[in-house]
């Protein structure tokens, strides 16, 4: 069965430095999503990419957050500086139909960043 | 080490039992929601949907019902197993400008004891 895959699955960092996420979603899947989860919390939506081109960032702070989708396939999330409040869990999902009802969302198994 | 969802209500049911599980949604315009089981250090991982245009469906030992009037849903897992302890997540679409959003609610923490 295909899945989501997503590096690294654990990252510790300083303060200050700068972190990147990488996220291959499923073959074919058109739109792939960013999502960040603080503990004990829901996911929350950082980004949605319709294959290259980025569909809604509003929730990502662009100060410090960029994505990119390239090629419309995988995919990388960087923070630079990271700050303490970015410990997290960062989840990549893709679903996938090419129009933007996209309803059934594929998960990755996250990446687990811890700021010190 | 990690400590998941301290912060969680939690329900603890033995095993056998049937659990529910309850989450109140905001946004009366949703059409669509999405029930969510997410194991620990794992993504979320789809149970079963439901449109608003119906207030019940049934998938294998998972019944979602949908009441909009109160804006609630409620996840019915039969004969509850082991392998059912997890954090479940309701989920709903809302439709924003040109795309649809995925909002979650709060979690709900389900311990099973054998």
């Known amino acids: 069965e295909a899945e989501v895959a997503q590096s690294p699955r654990y990252k510790i960092t300083e303060k200050s430095q700068a972190v990147a996420f990488w996220c291959d979603p499923i073959?074919?899947?058109?739109?792939l999503y960013w999502y960040r989860q603080i503990l004990g919390q829901g996911p929350e939506l950082l980004v949605q990419?319709?294959?290259?081109?980025?569909?809604?960032d509003s929730q990502l702070p662009k100060d410090r957050f960029s994505a990119e989708r390239l090629k419309g396939v995988d995919s990388t999330l960087k923070i630079q500086p990271a700050e303490l409040g970015d410990s997290a869990m960062y989840l990549c999902?893709?679903?996938?139909?090419?129009?933007?009802?996209?309803?059934?969302?594929?998960f990755g198994p996250g990446t687990r960043l811890t700021v010190t | 080490g990690e400590s998941v969802g301290l912060h969680l209500p939690t329900l603890s049911v033995q095993e056998g039992d049937n659990s529910i599980i309850n989450c109140a949604y905001s946004?009366?315009?949703?059409?669509?929601f999405i029930w969510y089981k997410q194991e620990s250090g794992k993504g979320p991982q789809f149970i079963i949907d439901?449109?608003?245009?119906?207030d019940k469906r049934q998938g294998q030992r998972v019944t979602v019902l949908l009441n909009k009037t109160v804006k609630h849903l409620s996840l019915q897992i039969a004969a509850t197993q082991p392998g059912d302890s997890a954090v479940y997540f309701c989920?709903?679409?809302?439709?924003?400008?040109?795309?649809?959003?995925?909002?979650f609610g709060s979690g709900t923490r389900l311990l099973v004891r054998p």
């Open positions: 439901i449109r608003s245009n119906m």
């Open positions: 989920a709903e679409f809302i439709r924003m400008d040109s795309s649809y959003k995925l909002i």
């Open positions: 999902a893709s679903s996938r139909l090419r129009d933007l009802i996209s309803y059934e969302q594929y």
């Open positions: 073959s074919g899947h058109a739109t």
């Open positions: 946004n009366s315009a949703s059409d669509y």
């Open positions: 990419f319709q294959d290259e081109s980025v569909v809604d």
